[in-house]
């Protein structure tokens, strides 16, 4: 085993690792925010994912440039899934976890045939785009472009999303955190508050999904390849924080690369899972949780 | 008054119902249950399969000119009183267990006197073991794990080649090709993912390469539909073989391909076992990374000379996927077909006389739209006369450049370069 590859599996893992905490940020910001896990994040990202395939095989705007249509699409997505569904499931009287878990599963169901009713179940791909199947090479190791890509805006992502917590609004989304009861005796609209929650998630998961189909295929059954990894990115990070995806997701991806290098390929997802176990048995709250 | 009319209704009953039994005794149609994966990961496998299978049943069922084809006469299964053959669909999801459930179902409640399917080899043991406990033949069209037809089961058939009848016409084309360059293959890398189908095939790969003398420089077996191969590809660039044999699904293909190409390493040679290699999904997605891989296929649609069908049952199918036949949708075709030949001739939809007549089964190859010698099955079940091709992807498109007497071009062999 050469310095090579090890830097070359390191950097892979520190990539696609990014890539995974930007998913799993908009899980974490809408668990954080109503104790709602979203069942159909993975869907959404398979949203984006033909949101911008449909764009690009129909306008050719690169996936780079389809950024803001796609975030806000996808914000739109997820005010509206908030308003039809959640809002509803969040106001029934009896068994409201379990109601919330169906709903969004049963979400997750229906999008899941919708896609295959209407694009096929076929696995399809964007190809000529900028970034499309480019690497660079530094001293023997090769940096694919389009992951490199994903990776600054996964940063940015993070940036902004902090940026969104300093200000009013994101007091507003502090606050309702804390105590959703109390905050609507200040005058804050809590309905309003979470659906814009929704949005802001959806809307992290859509840039996600624009910068994956880059170069990573999208099929209906797609979302689940990176929903197992996202829950399991949350609970790492902590519930609600943002911090704790953005550096859960970096653990996971270095993690699952390195063990994909010294254990057979096919038992890659051991090693994440048993950091998983071990943070669950030694500290259930997740590396940053507050909860 | 009321013992009368009660007496009529039941005469009325007993007469209205005779003559409908009598009828019965030739039936309308002949049931069958196909089991494919219609949602999930391999979704569009399933929607090509109803395709390639309709196509099929139209042939056998419709009215029209005779086709050079075993039941291409049309108008129904003749010596059931021209009665039409129908599949039914069931979805298994890619789940063995699902595929179990339904097949059940098909049985008991359909009343289907056959099963056909499943595509994924994980699948085909369980509806496997269904079939053979309700005593129902279960024809395997399209799965190619060499374990299937080895179980000891009665109710088992297999058109198709298995894996070890592939991978043998693998190896005899690297020895070929190898003596006809003067450069040999010498290491291969083993890249298959972890179900039952990628296990069995590597398995036969390690023997049939030890046998060969060539060296297996790596043995790699990765989880199937992972979100990342990256350090995968660097275990195949580190091994750097002469030749990459993978063996799995479309989605796993189109990443591995990927996945080596942003590490800049190009496999000198690829020689796939088909499966979602063969897919045009794949071709597609992979554009120009995809020329020059060889893979296995049990189907050549550029051997029309030889079989003169192809084109007629190509165009049916294309009209209906806006795409070619491949290897997976023409196993299909000749699966039906086979089933259809051996109801016609049994004559009756007994589960056990149509058991009986699929082991007399002789179908000559240029009666299918294969490149076989035909279809005849072993006492285990498994066709013995499905003799595969290797072919080699030239512009997009799949081109047959082996064995001799069907290739029409001849390979680019880049190993020893």
Redesign the interface.
Known sequence: ??PE?IA??LI??LL?GLI?ALVAAGLSLIFGLMDVVNFAHGELLMLAMYATFVIFAATGLDPVLQLPIVALLLFGAGVAIYRGLIGRALGVQFNRGTVQIFVTFGLAIFI??AA?FIW??????V?GAWLS?R?A?FAGV?I?LP?LAASAVCLLAFAGLLLVSRTEFGKALEATREDRDAVALIGIDRNHVFALGWGLGAGAVGIAGAMLIT???V???VG???AV?AYVTVALGGFGSMLGALVAGVIIGEV???T??VL??????IGMFAVYLAVLMFRPRGLFGRL | MKHIAAAVAALLIAFGITPARAQNAAPKEVLVGAIYPLTGNAAQIGADARMAIDVITEVINGQHAPMPLAMGGGGGLANLGGAKLRVVFADHQNDPQKARAEAERLITQDKVVALIGSYTSATAVTISQVAERYEIPYLSMDNSSPSLHRRGLKWFFRTSPHDEMFTQAMFDFFAETGKKTGRPVRSVALFYEDSIFGTDSSNVQKKLAEAAGIKVAADIKYRANSPSLSAEAQRLRAANADVLMPSGYTSDAILILRSMQEIGYKPRAIMAQAAGYQEQAFLTASGPLAEGIFSRSSFALDAEKSRPAIGTINAMFRAKAGKDLNDNTSRQIVGVQTLADAINRAGSTKPEDIRRALTATDIPGDQTIMPWKGVKFDEMGQNQNATPVIQQVVNGMYRTVYPADVAVMEPTWNVGR
């Open positions: 085993m050469t590859i070359q599996v892979s893992g696609m995974y899941r045939g295959q096929g179940g076929d696995f399809r791909s190809s199947n690497s090479e090769f694919p992951q170069f990573y295929y099929s209906p059954s689940a390849n990176f990894i699952e690369a390195i994909a290098l057979e390929p096919s038992l890659k997802q």
